[in-house]
T-cell receptor, first 113, second 115 residues
Framework: SAVISQKPSRDICQRGTSLTIQCQVDSQVTMMFWYRQQPGQSLTLIAT?????????ESGFVIDKFPISRPNLTFSTLTVSNMSPEDSSIYLC??????????FGPGTRLTVT | QKEVEQNSGPLSVPEGAIASLNCTYSDRVSQSFFWYRQYSGKSPELIMSIYSNGDKEDGRFTAQLNKASQYVSLLIRDSQPSDSATYLC???????????????FGQGTILTVHP
């Protein structure tokens, strides 16, 4: 498995501001992803964080709203930009090593007021 | 039709019973299937992966896969109150390239094991 940490664990932000979430994995991984989990819902994939290049976004998610960086094989950031209350959610990063098994970080609980 | 569907739940079983969680998927060429457990307020935890038809056992957990029927299940034997959680079925998307490694999740089934 992979040990994944996220910062911050939770935050309360004002409408119109931005928050950057950091994800750190304990060793090199092949793939990193960012998900959103809204209250009472399942996980929705936001994007694949590609090392050294632009992220690959899923339908309904755009780079201007959710810019992602992955400067190396163990670290990625997700920024939630120009936030609105609808962005209140749990944001999760995940990582895949050589197998297809995917492991999740502890999540960042975001509340937008 | 949703890509990954789970029995709607919630599912309630008595302690010591077998809990049966079911999942169907629509992409016939899917190859990898996963079960995650998520406690309230926590992130999903991988508990089983299965890639071949048949059964795979790990302790009290058994995953069953039937690719012809596009069906995967999770059995929990001797259920304990600590098994009470939401169980998520996930299917790895077929194809390479930009689909590599991506998972599609079902909506989850809430399991409650009562003493």
């Amino acid at each position: 498995s992979a040990v994944i940490s996220q910062k911050p664990s939770r935050d309360i932000c004002q409408r119109g501001t931005s928050l950057t979430i950091q994800c750190q994995v304990d060793s090199q991984v092949t793939m990193m992803f960012w998900y959103r989990q809204q209250p009472g819902q399942s996980l929705t994939l936001i994007a694949t964080a590609n090392q050294g290049s632009e992220a690959t976004y899923e339908s309904g998610f755009v780079i201007d709203k959710f810019p992602i960086s992955r400067p190396n094989l163990t670290f990625s950031t997700l920024t939630v930009s120009n936030m609105s209350p609808e962005d209140s959610s749990i944001y999760l990063c995940s990582a895949v090593r050589s197998s297809y098994e995917q492991y999740f970080g502890p999540g960042t609980r975001l509340t937008v007021t | 039709q949703k890509e990954v569907e789970q029995n709607s739940g919630p599912l309630s079983v008595p302690e010591g019973a077998i809990a049966s969680l079911n999942c169907t998927y629509s992409d016939r060429v899917s190859q990898s299937f996963f079960w995650y457990r998520q406690y309230s307020g926590k992130s999903p935890e991988l508990i089983m992966s299965i890639y071949s038809n048949g059964d795979k056992e790990d302790g009290r957990f058994t995953a069953q896969l039937n690719k012809a029927s596009q069906y995967v299940s999770l059995l929990i034997r001797d259920s304990q109150p600590s098994d009470s959680a939401t169980y998520l079925c996930a299917v790895r998307r077929s194809g390479g390239g930009t689909s590599y490694g991506k998972l599609t999740f079902g909506q989850g089934t809430i399991l409650t094991v009562h003493p």
